[in-house]
C-alpha cells in the first residue's frame, strides 16, 4: 500500500515538473494560431503612478482587440478604477461590451504586521481565485506593485493545470531605474510573464529577458 | 487665490504637494523661517502647501509685512490646477506628481522622503535630476538647492511613447502590426 501511495506521488510529481517545465518553455513563445478575434483582458491596476502608467498604455492599444476589459484594483484604492471609468468612459458598474470593475483585497498593506499579513494574504489568495475563476482572462497586463502577485501565480497554476492559458504582460515601474520592484524579480525569475518591460536601458542590461523599448511617462 | 487677481503679474507661486501620504518633515522644512526667507530672495511670492494626511501644520499668512503669502489645504481633486499656476513646484518624490509637473514643463524639485522602508524612490528622481530634468534634494538640504536654484540648467522633458510597448505585445499576440 505504502509503495502504490510512493509511486503514485513519484508519478504525479514528475507529471507535474514535466508540465510546469513545458509551461514555462512555452511562455514568453509568441501566438502562431489565433483563433479568436478579441482577447479577454484583464487590467491590474496598481495605485497612483502604477495606473497613470498603465492607463498611458491601454490609451495605444486597440480598444477591440483586447475586449472584454476586467479592471482590478485594490479594494483600499479608490482613486484607479475611477481613473479607469474616465478612460473607458463608463460611469456604471459594466460597459456595453462586458468591460468591468472589480476591487480586490490587498496581501498586505503598507506598515502592517507580517503575523496578520498571514491571514490577510490567504483572504486575497482566495478572492483573486474567485475572480480569476469568473474571469479567466486571455491577456492580464499589470505593472505592479504586489496586487498582481497572486493573479499572476493563479494564472501560471491554471496554465499548468490547463484550465485557461494566458498571456502575461508585466511593465517595471518608471521608479525603478537601478534594480527591479519584488513583483517584477518574483515575475522575472520563475518566467512568469511572457514579456516583462523595463523602462531604462541600464535595467535592461541586468536582466537580459526583460525588453526595453522606451518609457511609458 | 481669491485676493490676488488684482496684482496677478507679481504672483509667483511655490506649491508644494506630498501627495496621498504624509511627509511632515518636508511640510516641516517649507515652514521654516529660513526656506521661506529663501523663497522670497528668489522672488517668489505665495507658497501654497498640499499636505495631505501630515499631523504638521503649517502657519497661514496673508504677507502684509513683505512676506511670503502661505496657505495650505489637506487634498484637492484639482492639483492639476495648482501645478499650472505655479512657477516652481517642490514635491515628494512620487513618479505621478513627478510626471505629471514634468509633462507641463514646470520647474521642479523633487525632495526625497528618507523616512520610507523602501526608499526606491530616489532612483527616479536622482536619475532624472542627473538628466537635468529636475533639481533633487532631502528635507535638510533643501534650502541650500533653493538658494542655489538656477532654472536656466533644466532640460527639457521629453515625454515617453507607449507605442513600443503596444506593438510588442500585439505582435507577442498575432495582432497585425499596424
Not at chain 1, 478575434?37 to 502604477?50: A, F, P, Q
Not at chain 2, 509667483?12 to 529663501?38: I, M, N, P, W, Y
Not at chain 2, 513683505?66 to 518624490?93: N, P
Amino acid at each position: 500500500m505504502v509503495e502504490f501511495v510512493l509511486i503514485f506521488l513519484v508519478i504525479t510529481t514528475t507529471l507535474l515538473v514535466v508540465r510546469v517545465v513545458y509551461v514555462i518553455s512555452q511562455s514568453s513563445k509568441p501566438i502562431r494560431n489565433r483563433s479568436q478575434k478579441h482577447l479577454s483582458t484583464l487590467v491590474v491596476l496598481g495605485s497612483g503612478g502604477h495606473t497613470a502608467e498603465m492607463i498611458n498604455l491601454l490609451s495605444v492599444m486597440q480598444k477591440d482587440w483586447f475586449a472584454p476589459r476586467y479592471y482590478i484594483a485594490a479594494a483600499t484604492d479608490n482613486m484607479s478604477l475611477q481613473k479607469a471609468r474616465v478612460f473607458e468612459g463608463i460611469l456604471d458598474y459594466k460597459g456595453a461590451d462586458g468591460t468591468q470593475f472589480m476591487q480586490i483585497y490587498r496581501s498586505r498593506e503598507v506598515g502592517q504586521s507580517y503575523i496578520t499579513s498571514v491571514g490577510t494574504t490567504l483572504l486575497a489568495l482566495g478572492h483573486a481565485l474567485w475572480l480569476m475563476v469568473k474571469i479567466r482572462p486571455h491577456v492580464i497586463l499589470c505593472n505592479g506593485p504586489g496586487t498582481c502577485i497572486p493573479i499572476c501565480a493563479i494564472a501560471f497554476i491554471f496554465k499548468v493545470l490547463g484550465i485557461r492559458w494566458s498571456y502575461i504582460f508585466y511593465v517595471e515601474s518608471i521608479a525603478r531605474v537601478k534594480r527591479l520592484s519584488l513583483t517584477g524579480l518574483l515575475l522575472y525569475k520563475l518566467h512568469m510573464a511572457d514579456q516583462l518591460f523595463v523602462q531604462w536601458p541600464q535595467l535592461q542590461k541586468q536582466y537580459p529577458r526583460a525588453h526595453y523599448v522606451g518609457r511609458l511617462m | 487665490m481669491e485676493d490676488v487677481n488684482n496684482h496677478i503679474e507679481s504672483k509667483r507661486t511655490v506649491f508644494v504637494t506630498v501627495g496621498t501620504t504624509s511627509f511632515d518633515s518636508l511640510v516641516r522644512t517649507v515652514d521654516s523661517d529660513q526656506v521661506k526667507e529663501a523663497l522670497l530672495e528668489k522672488g517668489y511670492t505665495h507658497l501654497v502647501i498640499q499636505m495631505g494626511r501630515g499631523s504638521y501644520i503649517p502657519k497661514k499668512s496673508s504677507g502684509e509685512d513683505g512676506s511670503l503669502v502661505v496657505d495650505y489645504f489637506t487634498f484637492s481633486s484639482s492639483i492639476a490646477d495648482y501645478l499650472r499656476s505655479a512657477s516652481l513646484v517642490i514635491s515628494h518624490a512620487g513618479s505621478g506628481s513627478i510626471f505629471e509637473t514634468l509633462r507641463i514643463a514646470k520647474p521642479l524639485i523633487v525632495v526625497v522622503n528618507e523616512d520610507l522602508m523602501d526608499n526606491h524612490q530616489s532612483e527616479l528622481a536622482e536619475e532624472l535630476a542627473e538628466r537635468k530634468h529636475l533639481f533633487c534634494a532631502r528635507p535638510q538640504t533643501l534650502c541650500q538647492v533653493i538658494e542655489s536654484l538656477n532654472l536656466d540648467t533644466i532640460v527639457p522633458y521629453e515625454p515617453g511613447d507607449a507605442n513600443p510597448v503596444a506593438k510588442l505585445i500585439n505582435k507577442h499576440l498575432g495582432f497585425p502590426a499596424d
